[in-house]
């Protein structure tokens, strides 16, 4: 299983960018997709996740300005992000999750996902 996150770049605050993951070995349709981000010297935090039903999980931070959503038969998830701020700033990781679970209603249970992507850098200036 290989998942392949790209689209990461450098913007001015209020800017967008579209996060892309691309997975191989394996068919999406099943799982659940997650996005998480990290900081140097801090925890991976949950930012996004879409269920195999469509349901949708935010961190209450990114809610109304960033949007996941999942395209099945190209094996790919993405991540509009939007109206980003600074504090959006750090690597962004895709990981999957085989039964299609999240976590909570509101929170992303990262223990849940097993296979993770690479990363890719999303830095936001003011």
């Known amino acids: 299983v290989q998942l392949q996150a790209s689209g990461g770049g450098s913007v001015h605050s209020g800017g967008s960018l579209r996060l892309s993951c691309v997975a191989s070995g394996l068919t999406l349709d099943y799982f659940a997709i997650g996005w998480f981000r990290q900081v140097p010297g801090k925890g991976r935090e949950g930012v996004s996740c879409?269920?195999?039903?469509?349901?949708?999980v935010y961190a209450n931070s990114v809610k109304g300005r960033f949007t996941i959503s999942r395209d099945n038969p190209k094996n790919t998830a993405y991540l509009d992000m939007r109206s980003l701020k600074p504090e959006d700033t750090g690597t962004y990781y895709c990981?999957?999750?085989?039964?299609?679970?999240?976590?909570?209603?509101?929170?992303?249970?990262?223990?849940?996902?097993?296979?993770w992507g690479q990363g890719t850098l999303a830095t936001v200036s003011s």
């Open positions: 879409i269920r195999n039903d469509e349901n949708t």
């Open positions: 990981a999957t999750e085989p039964f299609g679970r999240c976590g909570s209603v509101h929170d992303l249970e990262e223990a849940l996902f097993r296979s």
